[in-house]
């Protein structure tokens, strides 16, 4: 099973900033690695795809990075809607998984 | 636009079973692979189980594996889990998934609780 690891779990952010989120693998799952947001009380959304293809519908200001076994999910200039766990997934393998998650909060 | 409403899930005694289903809208069901995913506050997201476009093809993961059964009606537009030997460590919110090989759209979810 392909573990992911995210850092941080948790960071305080401040509107407009950039934040970075990481999501190591265990072993390389070449592009299929793919991010999610959650805001509290919904259910996880798509957010990128394929490590850095974007969803529509999604901002601009989220972008995605990486293959084999690190990866970036960026957020330029930071909104407070922004505020939400985010989670990376790798389909390379069964069984699928899941990072984590990196907590949000202001 | 793509719509899934689950319904099911509850409180189950540990041993007990239970039934999900997922009514599924806005796009040709049958077109595509779907999964139900779970969460749970310690666990984090943990997926559960797959089945392909036309039912033929299964997969589960190890924790579900032999008490767990997914199924769908592609006439009815449906998804569901059939979740037999329930354990207190399958408390969570399950959500049914349509997917591709990443997860695209997500229900709104539904607590099963396994307790005593």
């Known amino acids: 099973e392909i573990v992911l690891t995210q850092s941080p779990d948790f960071l305080s952010v401040t509107p407009k900033e950039k934040v970075t989120i990481t999501c190591r693998a265990s072993?390389?799952?070449?592009?299929?690695l793919h991010w999610y947001q959650q805001k509290p009380g919904q259910s996880p959304s798509l957010l990128i795809k394929y490590s850095s293809q974007s969803i529509s519908g999604v901002p601009s200001r989220f972008s995605g990075s990486g293959s084999g076994t690190d990866f970036t999910l960026t957020i330029n200039g930071l909104e407070a809607e922004d505020v939400a766990a985010y989670y990376c997934?790798?389909?390379?393998?069964?069984?699928?998984?899941f990072g984590g998650g990196t907590k949000l909060e202001i | 636009e793509v719509h899934l409403v689950q319904s099911g899930g509850g409180l189950v005694q540990p041993g007990g079973s239970l039934r999900l289903s997922c009514a599924a809208s806005g796009f040709t069901f049958g077109s595509y692979w779907m999964s139900w995913v779970r969460q749970t506050p310690g666990r984090g997201l943990e997926w559960v189980a797959n089945?392909?476009?036309?039912?033929?093809?299964?997969y589960y993961a190890g924790s579900v594996k032999g008490r767990f059964t997914i199924s769908r009606d592609n006439a009815q537009n449906s998804l569901y889990l059939e979740m037999n030997s329930l354990r207190v460590e399958d408390t969570a919110v399950y959500y049914c998934?349509?997917?591709?090989?990443?997860?695209?759209?997500w229900g709104q979810g539904t607590l099963v609780a396994v307790s005593s």
């Open positions: 089945i392909k476009k036309d039912g033929s093809e299964k």
């Open positions: 997934h790798q389909s390379s393998s069964l069984p699928v998984t």
């Open positions: 998934v349509r997917m591709f090989y990443y997860f695209e759209y």
């Open positions: 072993q390389t799952v070449g592009t299929s």
